[in-house]
């Protein structure tokens, strides 16, 4: 099955700076790869999500790229602010199944 | 208003007793999921349904039971046999498939069971 490993697990910026998130996955039939961010208490939503005919996305100040080849993808945010603090988590899957990687603790300090 | 609605939001059980908890959704979608949430682990899948009176194990069903007798309900029973089950426990529910690609997961805000 599929194996998803992100990193770093905690992140710490200031405001205003850029913040990366990794994550790296094992089956190469995997075509869909969103990102989900869990504020403290709340629900996961979607962020942000790029399908395998890609390379990248932008949204805003949130962008996502793709690299099959290397399997791996990334969540790139810009100008940080403090409501960015949350625990990010991707994802990689194919039909129905979803896995989600462990999850990135990130603290936008000010 | 529609949405993913989960209860009850806190739980506590004893060990030995089996427990379900409840996923109900009006967003008409066909498939819905379980997903166990532990600290530093992320979201593991259970259990997930594509369709009415069908279902499947995900990565860690043992010690899990699952239903889909209607499209909007999708209740889960954590067994005795569940070693762990104190966990946060969040449901989720999807548009059905197109084109062969996953769609957006919308998320109930979670049932945390804690065994005594």
């Known amino acids: 099955g599929e194996n998803v490993e992100q990193h770093p697990s905690t992140l710490s910026v200031q405001e205003g700076d850029s913040a990366v998130i990794k994550c790296t996955y094992s089956?190469?039939?995997?075509?869909?790869f969103p990102w989900y961010k869990q504020e403290l208490g709340k629900r996961p939503q979607l962020i942000i999500d790029?399908?395998?005919?890609?390379g990248e996305k932008k949204d805003q100040r949130i962008a996502v790229t793709l690299n099959k080849t290397a399997k791996h993808f990334s969540l790139h945010i810009t100008e940080t602010q403090p409501e960015d603090s949350a625990v990010y988590f991707c994802?990689?899957?194919?039909?129905?199944?979803?896995?989600f990687g462990t999850g990135t603790q990130l603290k936008v300090e000010l | 208003d529609g949405g993913i609605t989960q209860s009850p939001k806190y739980l506590f059980r004893k060990e030995g007793q089996n427990v379900t908890l409840s996923c109900e959704q009006n967003?008409?979608?066909?498939?819905m999921y379980w997903y166990r949430q532990d600290p530093g682990q992320g979201l593991r899948l259970i259990y997930y349904s594509q369709i009415v009176n069908d279902f499947q194990k995900g990565d860690i069903a043992e010690g899990y039971s699952v239903s889909r007798e209607k499209k909007e309900s999708f209740p889960l029973t954590v067994t005795s046999a569940q070693k762990n089950p104190t966990a946060f426990y969040l449901c989720a529910s999807r548009t059905g498939l197109a084109g062969g690609h996953t769609g957006e997961l919308f998320f109930g805000e979670g049932s945390r069971l804690t065994v005594l």
């Open positions: 994802a990689a899957g194919r039909g129905n199944k979803l896995t």
């Open positions: 089956d190469s039939a995997s075509n869909y």
């Open positions: 790029i399908r395998s005919n890609v």
């Open positions: 967003l008409n979608h066909d498939a």
